[in-house]
Nanobody, 119 residues
Framework: QVQLVESGGGLVQAGGSLRLSCAAS????????MGWYRQAPGKQRELVAA???????NYADSVQGRFTISRDNANNTVYLQMNRLKPEDTAVYYC?????????????WGQGTLVTVSS
């Protein structure tokens, strides 16, 4: 079984910074990509940022230039550095992993961590 444990959410004022972490554990054979999604109240879940095993990254237009995703391959951990936060960044942030166990493909979600940005 594969688990994702997220940390780093909280309350911050507009213009501030937060760093989210997500550590994967369990029977992982390989990881194709890890990423962060978010879901604000009344809205659909959306991709924030993703990083592939080779290091290529993808960002939502709304966070480009403010957020940075990075990955520690040795420890199966992904980070999201969020700078210049805005009230519209308020959401539950979910970590996502896509990869393979020995006999099956994997897509795993974390439990979510709340980020609240006050104006």
């Amino acid at each position: 079984q594969v688990q994702l444990v997220e940390s780093g959410g909280g309350l911050v004022q507009a213009g501030g910074s937060l760093r989210l972490s997500c550590a994967a554990s369990g029977s992982i054979f390989s990881i194709n990509a890890m990423g962060w999604y978010r879901q604000a109240p009344g809205k659909q879940r959306e991709l924030v940022a993703a990083i592939a095993s080779g290091g290529s990254t993808n960002y939502a237009d709304s966070v480009q230039g403010r957020f940075t995703i990075s990955r520690d391959n040795a420890n199966n951990t992904v980070y999201l550095q969020m700078n210049r936060l805005k009230p519209e960044d308020t959401a539950v942030y979910y970590c996502n992993l896509r990869g393979h166990a020995v006999l099956e493909s994997l897509e795993v979600w974390g439990q979510g961590t709340l980020v609240t940005v006050s104006s």
